[in-house]
């Protein structure tokens, strides 16, 4: 068991060494790729660290671009991992310095992105471990329960939070998971600023692919 535990991570990681390039910003459906390949994608509430996750997993500053400004991605960011397979930063939901119609503009582009994207295999719903899962995460769950679309919890900032204070968390959040229908039962911890546990994240996405 521990043998195969260590070639996923492996692979994983071989994975993420990869050549990973940007592709474009949708700002509307018909942007889109096409669907020819596997695709993830990273979501959370404004300012949850997904930017910073994802330069993290793929060891470059500057892949995804972070802003101390809340709400600053405002469109459906694609990269391509290794010609295998779509990464996708989609807005941040929750709050964003900007006029309500262009929020509700990208909400929009969200929502009708989750529901129709047939080879979407998996979101990855960052969670700020300081915080746990907020009503508006509740939102996005339960648009992902509704278009059945697989999705997992990532916690983010873990250093941040004492040992304790994080288990509470993990308890508190598997409780709530088990209302939803699409929810994988798997949470995942992270630390984009000191690099934990980024690898075990890796080796999910290598198992979708």
Same mark, same amino acid.
């Given at each position: ?79 391509? #991992? +290794?010609?295998? =397979? ?11 310095? @900007?006029?309500?119609? &262009?929020? !509700? ?60 204070? #994080? +288990?509470?968390? =993990? ?11 699409? @929810?994988?039962?798997? &949470?995942? !911890? ?20």
């Amino acid at each position: 068991m521990e043998n195969n535990e260590n070639e996923r991570i492996k692979k994983g990681i071989e994975l993420f060494n990869k050549r990973c390039d940007f592709v474009l910003s949708v700002a509307s459906l018909k942007q889109l790729p096409l669907d020819d390949k596997t695709e993830i994608a990273f979501a959370g509430r404004s300012n949850v660290g997904k930017s910073s996750l994802i330069n993290a997993l793929f060891g470059q500053r500057k892949l995804a671009k972070t802003s101390s400004t809340p709400g600053r991605t405002q469109q459906l960011n694609y990269f391509n #991992l +290794n010609d295998k =397979i779509y990464v996708v930063d989609l807005p941040g939901y929750g709050f964003a310095k @900007a006029p309500k119609e &262009i929020v !509700k503009s990208w909400q929009k582009l969200i929502n009708t992105y989750l529901v129709g994207r047939a080879n979407l295999r998996r979101v990855f719903l960052l969670i700020d471990s300081r915080h746990g899962i907020k009503k508006v995460d509740e939102e996005i769950m339960e648009i992902l329960d509704t278009a059945a679309v697989t999705y997992q919890i990532v916690l983010t900032k873990i250093d941040k939070i004492s040992e304790k204070e #994080l +288990n509470k968390i =993990i308890s508190d959040t598997k409780e709530k998971l088990s209302k939803h229908t699409a @929810a994988h039962i798997n &949470i995942l !911890k992270t630390s984009s600023e000191k690099n934990l546990y980024l690898d075990e994240l890796k080796a999910e996405v290598f198992d979708l692919l």
